[in-house]
């Protein structure tokens, strides 16, 4: 029984995904819905110190870098990326998932108004909490930020909902 318990429960969170994927946001008249590209840093720039970053050029992406035994390997082994067209941004998320969290799309909008680029990002809560109280980084490639414009990350969990609730 239990089996199966888990094996419907993770056939739900597959159907939840899904069905947000069908349905996309509206997004406010003076914003921008940007292209974005997800990233993997393989654990190279380190979120214990900070929990969110933007890195808008080179030297502060080396300077960012892991700085112990496996800083020659990431410097190595990472993707370039042209700091001149894009700009690296990057979060902490503390879900409750002992894994990767079930995110629904992550969306940057950018606004004129307020001079900012919006970082959307949504997550299917676990039924339970994992007892490791795990980590995961989130990193993203946005068009390049411009002058005089912050970045704000918005992140919510949505709860999971066990069948006939």
Known sequence: MRRFKLINTKFLRIIFVTGFLAISPVIAANAQDMKIQRIDLKGCIQTYREKSFVIKDEATFHKEIRNDMSRDGCLKNLKKIDFNKHTLVGIELNTGDCDVPLLEPVQVVRT????????????????????????????????????????KFEVKGKPFRQPNQ
């Open 112 to 151: 004129e108004a307020e001079k900012q680029y919006i970082v959307k990002i949504s997550y299917l809560e676990p039924a339970a909490p994992c007892r490791a109280l795990s980590q995961y980084d989130l990193w993203l490639l946005v068009p390049k930020l411009p002058e005089n414009y912050t970045v």
